[in-house]
């Protein structure tokens, strides 16, 4: 789950004050095993709820309201993938005025959550019985993440979405029940989420910033505005890049790759409160190429042949542009994940950039997590408007802190 953020030139970063922006209430959030608002430091650190066994939960799912019924949405059938492609491409985040619209492609559905370990029960859909029509889905990844000192067996939770015509009806709170039912069905009892809204409690929170690629697009549908003081052809001049790389030994991530590459990643990943580990197979999953969805590029010593030392990559994910007369889609990069032993951190990520920009992004985003703060401005990526929070969910972080944006190590799509 993501929070869309645009670019907003000069806003100055405040620390986050979770308990004024909060709501007075949570109908939902308050019956749940989160980390509360109102909670003090005396909390211990691990699960909230007390230990339950797979025999003690629920055997038959929630209930629906009539017209509706659940259906698992199998990614491997193309139609079905459409479907969730087509509900969410229609329905699923904005930013907050409804300029600009998430779009995950049907490709980028299917590597994110037919991924090692995935069970078609955890894609969860809602259809109106007498359509079938898709009217809400959501879904659950496997994943091992580690908090501090703790390496729990969690899911990551995404696309939590509910048809537009369907909204404010307590649709949510059925979805985020139904799947924490399937989830537990399967002994796991611990999530990870994130989300631009403020929910009880966040584990940490953290900003999107954006470098320009294509600014004249940019400034055209109104993504980021002209500086002050500044013209189109100075503003084309500032962001401009050059046609290939600097690094030497810089190529595209191989499966041949996947051992050297989990175990840099493992490495560089212990160093923060918030991560996850990957064992070679997921390794091999998540830092693969495949055309507009995932870029994984690795430095292969020039003096050491076959010696893979730095990775990085980035994602695709694509916005709609609402009611612009010319153009239709925003193709946004992400940054993923950036290890580097070799090279310095700035001009792997540059690198990276340049590949983007010569695939046709017009614009690469990265948040203020891991090293990013180290190069976020001098690569002239400007702070967005929206905020990403981190959660987990059964899980209460010790002392009744939260973990800064630089200690944490976990990117979610
Ligand atoms: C998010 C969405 C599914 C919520 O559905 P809704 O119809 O607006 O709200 P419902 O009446 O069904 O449920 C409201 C409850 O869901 C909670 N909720 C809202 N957004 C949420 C989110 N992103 N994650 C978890 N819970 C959320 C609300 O806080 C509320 O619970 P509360 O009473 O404890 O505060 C829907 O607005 C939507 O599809 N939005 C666009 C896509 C999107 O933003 N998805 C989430 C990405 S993080």
């Given amino acids: 789950m993501e929070g869309f953020s645009s670019a907003e030139v000069g806003r100055k970063q405040c620390p986050v004050d979770y308990k004024r922006q909060a709501k007075d209430k949570y109908a939902f959030w308050e019956t749940q095993p989160v980390a509360q608002f109102r909670e003090g430091s005396e909390g211990v650190e691990g699960p909230i709820d007390a230990p339950k066994t797979v025999d003690d ?12 019924e659940w259906s698992i949405c199998n990614l491997n059938d193309d139609a079905v993938a459409e479907e969730v492609y087509e509900l969410l491409s229609n329905n699923y985040v904005e930013d907050d005025d409804s300029m600009f619209r998430f779009k995950y492609s049907a490709n980028f559905l299917k590597w994110c959550l037919l991924c090692p370990g995935h069970r078609l029960e955890w894609l969860v859909g809602v259809r109106v019985k007498a359509s079938q029509k898709l009217v809400g889905f959501i879904s659950a990844i496997p994943a091992h993440i580690r908090v501090r000192d703790n390496t729990v067996a969690m899911v990551e939770i995404n696309f939590l979405c509910v048809h537009k015509k369907l909204r404010a009806k307590r649709l949510a709170p059925l979805l985020i029940k139904e799947i924490t039912r399937r989830v537990n069905k399967c002994n796991i009892w611990q999530a990870a989420y994130t989300a631009g809204v403020l929910l009880p409690k966040p ?8 470098r320009s690629l294509n600014p004249r697009k940019l400034i055209d549908v109104g993504f980021s505005r002209l500086a002050p003081r500044m013209t189109m052809a100075r503003t084309i001049k500032l962001y401009k890049l050059p046609e290939t790389t600097f690094t030497p030994g810089l190529r595209e991530c191989r499966p041949d790759d996947v051992q050297q590459v989990t175990k840099l990643l493992n490495k560089h990943l212990g160093v923060y409160k918030l991560a996850p580990k990957f064992m070679p197979e997921e390794a091999a999953h998540w830092f693969q190429n495949i055309d507009d969805v995932i870029n994984t590029f690795v430095v292969e010593s020039p003096s050491t042949p076959g010696h893979v030392t730095d990775l990085v990559s980035f994602y695709t994910l694509p916005s709609s542009i609402l009611g612009h007369p010319q153009h239709t889609e925003l193709k946004a990069a992400y940054l993923y994940y950036v290890v580097v032993s070799s090279v310095p951190l700035r001009q792997l990520v540059f690198d990276a950039l340049v590949l983007a920009a010569t695939r046709g992004y017009d614009v690469f985003n990265a948040l203020d997590l891991m090293q990013n703060e180290t190069f976020l401005r001098e690569l002239k990526f400007g702070q ?4 990403l929070h981190y959660y987990l969910y059964n899980w209460r972080l010790g002392g009744g ?7 944490v190590g976990l990117v979610l799509m």
Avoid at 384 to 387: E, K, P, T, V
């Fill in 57 to 68: 939960v629920r055997s038959e799912p929630y209930y629906l309201p009539e017209s509706f």
């Fill in 203 to 210: 584990v940490a929170t953290c900003r999107y910033y954006h």
């Fill in 384 to 387: 967005g408007d929206g905020q």
């Fill in 401 to 407: 802190c939260s973990i800064s944006p630089q200690d």
